[in-house]
């Protein structure tokens, strides 16, 4: 049951259209939300005249800040909603955030809302409405901002909102004692996670219960409930925030985006049903950004290639507010080294507000930047040194004698990184192996006789995931034996109904069509996080292990009692309880179920049924690690790059089910090509959004893929039971520092790939400065 | 204006009052409750409202429901006969071909058509004729397992370039 | 996105949709597959009182062949010239350079006279329209006015028809069988529009001369153009390999070339020019393998 290719329990809903997403919530005498936005990225709010808008056939309201004092609420402050720990920040400090600002900072941004009979109507209402902008100027870029005597984002408030530091070892005698020091700046794209369904949230005031009835994709549902409640000045319970059927979210949905208060908020007032579902163009123009990151970053090195020490600097936008303090860069720090030695460390880094949309994570979340500066630094060290990328990277490697390895750094929840039960360099090989690396290092210079440009290209990623506090998991056996588990977590296509079921499946002894998953609903837990940070599988995965340990402990005590048996006789498999040796002497679990409803015995056993919630809280985060190699052909002419093969070799622990394992290894690896290839948020100088539809922001297309070679290895953690790690953020972190250094590598190593993404255009450009 | 439309959506004739603004693909979620068929983008390129209209895999949100008057939509939700799910949408489910689902509707009704007009494709006919279609999750692997493994069974002979494997 | 309200108008007959036009003048907007318009609309970037959709007039979708020439009525779609079986006979060149527009299901509704009257400086016909020497027939109240390709593309997204017409048909003269034709397109990676898109015929002598050529450049200025500086450097010259590298390298000259947020202008002047070369050694490799556009007079 465990490790599995089990076909998806959800899939039957959504292969038949039934699925429920928010947009297609539709309720009696719904109403539909549009909002005003901000045509300027800094601007004084003068005035917003409504009253044509009012007159609109089919509008029902116009909706402005100083409508009701609730909407005059800020929302909260750190969306990071499992950080629990900030290492390394000294400094700190954000502008509030208001659902409507008097004074706009970034294109887009809210300004009134209109809700009307339908979403055309709505849109005839926006359109109606003018606003009186008293433009200000405008900073759009971290290197504007931070200039002395730049415009501020916000009046009182440095442009530079949080600043963190980190040093280990004597990274000053490290340069002292370097043979070579090679420097490079790096710069890394902002992006938008581009979830095929946009935002969208509906709400229903229920008069009859008091319950705000909230629809959302927010990954963090809780996150959502808890703070209506709070501006609403309610019970938490009275907010039931359902998150189930969610089109993608990759971190852009996981953080709160001001509609996602003001709509409910107008719902409550109205006691109307109402939606809003943005469209492309307002997810490409208003909703969040990852920031574009610069690092700039020195090693020292022996001639041999083994590093000595590493001096980062680092500058994140982070837009017009910060709701993440500067876990971005955090988890970029924490990442940085994945498989090698860096004894001596120094960090500095900068969070930066601009006159762009809000920052938050994208898949990866810091990742993709800490892989790219790693491994194009280790490419320079390999470059300097006239030595093969691999043996530069063998040089510094941690090994299993190695472990447990402290490599200084300390994650979000205040624990030191520790590897442990890690093989990298057999990760390396195996990766080596199967892309026939020294077989392409042959050809590639057979075919640069023929003028051909081919190129190799490696790339290491460690990825901590999992992170806690904690999930939980209630598990309840029905009289028919039916058996159900609710989670505080809810899916954007993470395949949570089949894994978790799985695990309820094997540690209960139950076959896994009689286990239903229910999450995604604030209702049906009282405590929950969400869905983010890779953490799912080993929070809630073992939850569910626990839980069912517990249900499967009531089982044995009362089925003993009841069988006559002694308990360690009892067996359960296929949903029966039996007595081993004595077939004929056994009940069904249905059975069982409600005689543990009236029996008193399970006084003793926490109560009536056969149910149990239990909580996992990890020990720290746990590591999953891969390599990636790349062999790519340039087409000096036109700037296109080809991978002719692409070999993607992963450890995430024991894997719950491997068809899906490969779905996440697949899809990350898509999006990694995207961040190196085109994928890219881009804000001209006045914070105009230069990349405002799907005909300018590309996204890999099926005709874009090359076939994948993943190789599976498995390093389980000692960290939890069921000896799992996270693999959601696995796949995008490699594949921009593998393509770079490939293409790097067909370029003969005369020009210096230090951008992403590696466009065509980029690639031109290097070509005709060689 | 309001125009009287006829449209024959999954073999049942639905005549509707609709305003000429209205587009096919809100026709079919607002108007008739078909919700299976998505909105992923403004632009025409992510393929998440593909339907079937007279027999062709088109996009609904670029087109107006009054020039669908008089025409056949099918929708995912009409795919399937007699109860039972048709081969892709079998295939997309044994291969893994979708995660979060919201692209799957319109990918399965691109399918459709791609395997009408090349019951035996390639692997690059698969890739460049689903190139109106966007899936943000799968990284498309799953999804070119399940159109081969359909175009097998609709087919009815195993091609041997096709090398499967399909979750119990 | 959400339309503006409009009316919608069908009319049944090009008479009866002309008269429409003239009635409602430039506040009436021709809808025919809609792929460019209907975007428009919901970006509410057009805003027309009225729409005229040419669904309806029946003589505009139709593919036949009078002569030596093809003849493709506005309303056809990218799929019908892709799978026309005249089409395939006559001028394959042509069902390829259809088969490489945007995707399937906008191939399936997206027009050639959409595309031709509404003229993107990204669109992959263009560049075949002015290689081929097409004519465009308008129809308006005052009767019919057929525009040669060359007049027909003005500047950006501007061609030579007027308010008050019609495009009803376009009439493309068939190749003589000595000649070879290919249509070479970088899709720009997000909107699968022409980066840059070389439509290049020949026609060549049995010794291997130039008689003719004729070269549409789409994508990389505010319109389609002609390369006539390679174009002329080919004419009457033999067609090899170091004369299609020579006049290559003059691929930009004469056009008007804008970098954009993807590319720069130096980028567009330098995919010009190699296109327009892998293009015409694509031209060559056709005429080895004899691979020639099908005879005049060999029409089904």
């Known amino acids: 049951?465990?490790?599995?290719?089990?076909?998806?329990?959800?899939?039957?809903?959504?292969?038949?259209?039934?699925?429920?997403?928010?947009?297609?919530?539709?309720?009696?005498?719904?109403?539909?939300?549009?909002?005003?936005?901000?045509?300027?990225?800094?601007?004084?709010?003068?005035?917003?005249?409504?009253?044509?808008?009012?007159?609109?056939?089919?509008?029902?309201?116009?909706?402005?800040?100083?409508?009701?004092?609730?909407?005059?609420?800020?929302?909260?402050?750190?969306?990071?909603?499992?950080?629990?720990?900030?290492?390394?920040?000294?400094?700190?400090?954000?502008?509030?955030?208001?659902?409507?600002?008097?004074?706009?900072?970034?294109?887009?941004?809210?300004?009134?809302?209109?809700?009307?009979?339908?979403?055309?109507?709505?849109?005839?209402?926006?359109?109606?409405?003018?606003?009186?902008?008293?433009?200000?100027?405008?900073?759009?870029?971290?290197?504007?901002?931070?200039?002395?005597?730049?415009?501020?984002?916000?009046?009182?408030?440095?442009?530079?909102?949080?600043?963190?530091?980190?040093?280990?070892?004597?990274?000053?005698?490290?340069?002292?004692?370097?043979?070579?020091?090679?420097?490079?700046?790096?710069?890394?794209?902002?992006?938008?996670?581009?979830?095929?369904?946009?935002?969208?949230?509906?709400?229903?005031?229920?008069?009859?219960?008091?319950?705000?009835?909230?629809?959302?994709?927010?990954?963090?549902?809780?996150?959502?409930?808890?703070?209506?409640?709070?501006?609403?000045?309610?019970?938490?319970?009275?907010?039931?925030?359902?998150?189930?059927?969610?089109?993608?979210?990759?971190?852009?949905?996981?953080?709160?985006?001001?509609?996602?208060?003001?709509?409910?908020?107008?719902?409550?007032?109205?006691?109307?049903?109402?939606?809003?579902?943005?469209?492309?163009?307002?997810?490409?123009?208003?909703?969040?950004?990852?920031?574009?990151?610069?690092?700039?970053?020195?090693?020292?090195?022996?001639?041999?290639?083994?590093?000595?020490?590493?001096?980062?600097?680092?500058?994140?936008?982070?837009?017009?507010?910060?709701?993440?303090?500067?876990?971005?860069?955090?988890?970029?720090?924490?990442?940085?080294?994945?498989?090698?030695?860096?004894?001596?460390?120094?960090?500095?880094?900068?969070?930066?507000?601009?006159?762009?949309?809000?920052?938050?994570?994208?898949?990866?979340?810091?990742?993709?930047?800490?892989?790219?500066?790693?491994?194009?630094?280790?490419?320079?060290?390999?470059?300097?040194?006239?030595?093969?990328?691999?043996?530069?990277?063998?040089?510094?490697?941690?090994?299993?004698?190695?472990?447990?390895?402290?490599?200084?750094?300390?994650?979000?929840?205040?624990?030191?990184?520790?590897?442990?039960?890690?093989?990298?360099?057999?990760?390396?090989?195996?990766?080596?192996?199967?892309?026939?690396?020294?077989?392409?290092?042959?050809?590639?210079?057979?075919?640069?006789?023929?003028?051909?440009?081919?190129?190799?290209?490696?790339?290491?990623?460690?990825?901590?995931?999992?992170?806690?506090?904690?999930?939980?998991?209630?598990?309840?056996?029905?009289?028919?034996?039916?058996?159900?588990?609710?989670?505080?977590?809810?899916?954007?296509?993470?395949?949570?109904?089949?894994?978790?079921?799985?695990?309820?499946?094997?540690?209960?002894?139950?076959?896994?069509?009689?286990?239903?998953?229910?999450?995604?609903?604030?209702?049906?837990?009282?405590?929950?996080?969400?869905?983010?940070?890779?953490?799912?599988?080993?929070?809630?995965?073992?939850?569910?292990?626990?839980?069912?340990?517990?249900?499967?402990?009531?089982?044995?005590?009362?089925?003993?009692?009841?069988?006559?048996?002694?308990?360690?006789?009892?067996?359960?498999?296929?949903?029966?309880?039996?007595?081993?040796?004595?077939?004929?002497?056994?009940?069904?679990?249905?059975?069982?179920?409600?005689?543990?409803?009236?029996?008193?015995?399970?006084?003793?056993?926490?109560?009536?049924?056969?149910?149990?919630?239990?909580?996992?809280?990890?020990?720290?985060?746990?590591?999953?690690?891969?390599?990636?190699i790349a062999i790519v052909e340039v087409d000096r002419d036109t700037g296109k790059i080809d991978i002719l093969k692409y070999v993607f070799v992963h450890d995430c622990g024991l894997p719950l089910n491997p068809l899906i394992v490969d779905g996440q290894i697949s899809g990350g690896f898509a999006q990694g090509l995207g961040i190196a290839l085109g994928e890219r948020a881009a804000y001209d100088e006045e914070g105009q959004v230069r990349s405002g539809s799907l005909m300018d922001y590309y996204m890999p297309r099926a005709s874009d893929i090359p076939d994948l070679d993943v190789g599976h290895l498995q390093f389980p953690t000692p960290d939890n039971p069921l000896g799992i790690k996270s693999v959601g953020e696995s796949g995008p972190n490699s594949p921009p520092a593998a393509i770079a250094a490939a293409v790097e590598d067909a370029l003969g190593g005369h020009v210096q790939i230090t951008k992403l993404p590696i466009t065509m255009s980029s690639v031109l450009e290097a070509v005709r400065s060689q | 204006m309001k125009h009287s439309i006829s449209i024959t959506v999954n073999g049942e004739k639905r005549s509707n009052e609709v305003e000429s603004r209205l587009l096919l693909v809100h026709f079919l979620r607002d108007v008739l409750g078909l919700t299976g068929t998505h909105v992923g983008c403004d632009t025409s390129q992510c393929g998440a409202c593909t339907v079937s209209l007279s027999g062709q895999a088109v996009k609904s949100c670029t087109i107006l429901a009054v020039q669908a008057d008089g025409t056949d939509v099918v929708t995912i939700e009409g795919i399937g006969a007699d109860g039972k799910l048709h081969p892709i949408q079998e295939a997309f489910r044994s291969h893994h071909g979708l995660q979060c689902g919201f692209c799957t509707p319109g990918m399965i009704m691109a399918v459709k058509q791609l395997l009408e007009r090349y019951p035996d494709p390639t692997p690059e006919e698969i890739r460049h004729q689903l190139d109106g279609n966007i899936c943000r999750c799968t990284g498309y692997h799953g999804i070119i397992k399940a159109i081969e493994a359909a175009a097998d069974e609709m087919g009815s002979k195993p091609n041997p370039r096709h090398k499967q494997t399909a979750a119990s | 996105m959400f339309p503006a309200s409009f009316k919608y108008h069908k009319p049944g007959s090009l008479i009866e949709a002309v008269e429409l036009l003239a009635t409602l003048g430039d506040e009436a907007k021709l809808l025919a597959g809609g792929h460019s318009l209907i975007p428009a609309l919901k970006l509410r970037l057009a805003q027309p009182q009225h729409l005229i959709d040419l669904s309806g007039v029946g003589d505009l979708n139709q593919v036949r062949v009078t002569g030596n020439t093809l003849i493709i009525g506005a309303t056809t779609t990218h799929w019908q010239v892709e799978s026309s079986p005249v089409v395939r006979n006559v001028l394959p060149y042509l069902s390829k350079v259809a088969a490489l527009i945007a995707d399937p299901q906008v191939r399936n509704r997206g027009t050639i006279g959409g595309s031709v009257v509404n003229a993107d400086p990204a669109a992959d016909y263009p560049a075949s329209i002015l290689a081929l020497n097409a004519e465009m027939v308008c129809i308006s109240r005052s009767g019919q006015r057929v525009v040669e390709a060359a007049d027909w593309f003005q500047g950006l997204m501007t061609t030579a028809i007027e308010e008050s017409e019609i495009l009803s048909e376009i009439r493309i003269p068939l190749l003589s069988s000595n000649s070879v034709a290919t249509y070479l397109k970088l899709p720009h990676p997000a909107s699968r529009f022409a980066v840059v898109g070389i439509a290049a015929i020949a026609t060549l002598t049995a010794d291997g001369q130039c008689a003719d050529a004729r070269i549409g450049v789409t994508g990389v200025g505010s319109t389609a153009s002609r390369a006539n500086h390679v174009e002329r450097q080919l004419l009457h010259q033999r067609f090899d390999v170091k004369r299609i590298d020579h006049a290559s390298d003059a691929a930009c000259e004469g056009l008007d070339i804008d970098g954009d947020m993807h590319f720069s202008a130096d980028d567009k002047r330098q995919l010009c020019r190699v296109y327009v070369r892998r293009a015409l050694h694509q031209l060559r490799a056709l005429a080895e393998s004899g691979s020639f556009q099908p005879a005049i007079g060999d029409v089904v």
């Not at chain 1, 971290?142 to 415009?151: F, R, Y």
């Not at chain 1, 069988?563 to 069904?588: F, K």
């Open chain 1, 1 to 628: 049951m465990l490790g599995q290719a089990i076909r998806r329990k959800e899939d039957e809903r959504f292969i038949t259209g039934a699925g429920l997403y928010v947009e297609d919530v539709q309720l009696p005498g719904m109403l539909h939300v549009a909002f005003v936005r901000s045509a300027h990225a800094h601007a004084i709010i003068r005035g917003v005249a409504t009253d044509r808008a009012r007159k609109v056939p089919g509008v029902v309201a116009v909706i402005t800040g100083d409508e009701w004092p609730e909407l005059a609420s800020k929302l909260p402050e750190l969306n990071g909603s499992v950080t629990m720990t900030s290492p390394y920040i000294d400094s700190l400090n954000v502008a509030p955030h208001f659902l409507f600002p008097k004074k706009v900072c970034y294109v887009g941004e809210q300004i009134a809302a209109v809700v009307a009979d339908s979403a055309y109507t709505a849109a005839d209402g926006v359109e109606a409405i003018e606003v009186e902008y008293e433009p200000l100027p405008v900073v759009a870029s971290w290197e504007e901002a931070i200039k002395p005597g730049a415009p501020r984002v916000h009046a009182g408030f440095d442009n530079a909102v949080a600043h963190l530091k980190h040093e280990i070892g004597d990274p000053l005698a490290a340069f002292n004692d370097a043979e070579i020091v090679v420097e490079r700046t790096l710069k890394t794209q902002s992006l938008k996670s581009m979830a095929i369904e946009c935002r969208a949230v509906a709400a229903q005031w229920e008069q009859a219960t008091g319950t705000l009835n909230v629809w959302s994709t927010c990954q963090f549902h809780y996150m959502l409930r808890n703070t209506l409640a709070e501006i609403l000045n309610k019970p938490a319970e009275s907010v039931r925030v359902i998150a189930r059927d969610i089109g993608g979210g990759f971190g852009l949905k996981g953080v709160l985006h001001a509609e996602d208060i003001i709509v409910p908020l107008i719902a409550h007032r109205l006691k109307r049903p109402l939606r809003w579902a943005e469209t492309r163009m307002e997810h490409m123009t208003a909703s969040n950004h990852s920031g574009n990151q610069t690092n700039k970053v020195r090693v020292a090195a022996k001639r041999d290639g083994t590093i000595l020490g590493m001096d980062l600097v680092m500058h994140k936008e982070v837009g017009a507010y910060d709701h993440f303090d500067m876990m971005l860069q955090i988890n970029t720090v924490n990442h940085l080294t994945t498989h090698y030695k860096v004894p001596n460390l120094k960090i500095e880094g900068w969070a930066v507000s601009t006159n762009t949309p809000p920052g938050s994570p994208y898949r990866g979340a810091g990742r993709v930047e800490a892989v790219f500066t790693m491994d194009r630094m280790l490419d320079a060290i390999a470059r300097e040194a006239s030595l093969d990328p691999i043996e530069v990277r063998l040089k510094n490697i941690v090994t299993p004698a190695d472990m447990p390895y402290r490599n200084g750094m300390v994650y979000r929840d205040g624990v030191p990184v520790t590897y442990e039960n890690i093989d990298f360099p057999l990760l390396l090989e195996t990766a080596r192996k199967r892309a026939d690396y020294d077989g392409w290092r042959q050809r590639q210079r057979e075919l640069r006789e023929q003028g051909r440009s081919i190129g190799i290209g490696v790339s290491s990623y460690v990825e901590g995931g999992g992170l806690g506090p904690c999930e939980g998991a209630s598990i309840k056996v029905d009289e028919i034996g039916r058996v159900t588990v609710k989670v505080g977590v809810n899916s954007q296509g993470q395949s949570h109904e089949t894994t978790l079921a799985q695990v309820c499946a094997a540690t209960l002894g139950v076959s896994i069509d009689d286990v239903q998953v229910l999450g995604g609903d604030t209702s049906l837990m009282n405590v929950g996080f969400g869905t983010g940070a890779s953490r799912v599988a080993v929070n809630s995965g073992n939850a569910v292990h626990k839980a069912a340990n517990e249900v499967r402990r009531k089982v044995v005590a009362l089925a003993s009692k009841i069988l006559g048996s002694t308990e360690d006789e009892i067996e359960i498999s296929n949903g029966v309880v039996s007595v081993a040796g004595a077939r004929q002497n056994q009940m069904t679990l249905g059975e069982l179920a409600g005689r543990a409803i009236r029996d008193r015995r399970m006084a003793e056993l926490g109560g009536p049924g056969l149910v149990a919630t239990e909580f996992f809280y990890p020990k720290t985060v746990t590591w999953a690690s891969g390599v990636n």
